[in-house]
């Protein structure tokens, strides 16, 4: 990949200019390099049945564990926060009042850079876009997603 051989480039300048280079120095650059991830979902909407329940999926690539970042679902602006899972745990004080007690962070392959969100009881306002946003220390990637919700507009006529 074209980060490796610029680390690679990178380690054989720093040898070749300065025979004992600071470890240090390594370290960061290597750090940074291997910070580097995308972030992957389904690459078609995602169905689901109002009053049912949606789960979207999304990985880090490549696999990495992700307990330490910050994963952040959220509709067409950073702020409208669907679900937060920061600092180890799930964080409701930026949640959107429309998701409150409705989301939950599904974490079984988070130490392989996978996580899912489950809405639950899905509403007519769920449809739309959302975004699934990893940040590192170093780096930040999100990938779009589209939740598509059957049923909607579909009056149901009294006595069927």
Known sequence: SDSSAMLFYFVFLLNYCHPQPPVNLISIFIAYFSAQFTVTGPDHPIAASLGGEAVLPCHLSPRMDAQSMEVRWFRSQYSAVVHLYRDGQDQYGEQMPEYRGRTELIRDHITHGGVSLRIHNIQP????????????????????????????????VPGE
């Not at 306002?125 to 939740?147: I, R, T």
């Open 125 to 156: 306002s769920d449809d739309g876009q959302y975004k699934c946003f990893f940040q590192s220390n170093m780096s930040y990637e999100e990938a779009l997603f589209e939740l598509q919700v059957a049923g909607q507009g579909e009056a149901e």
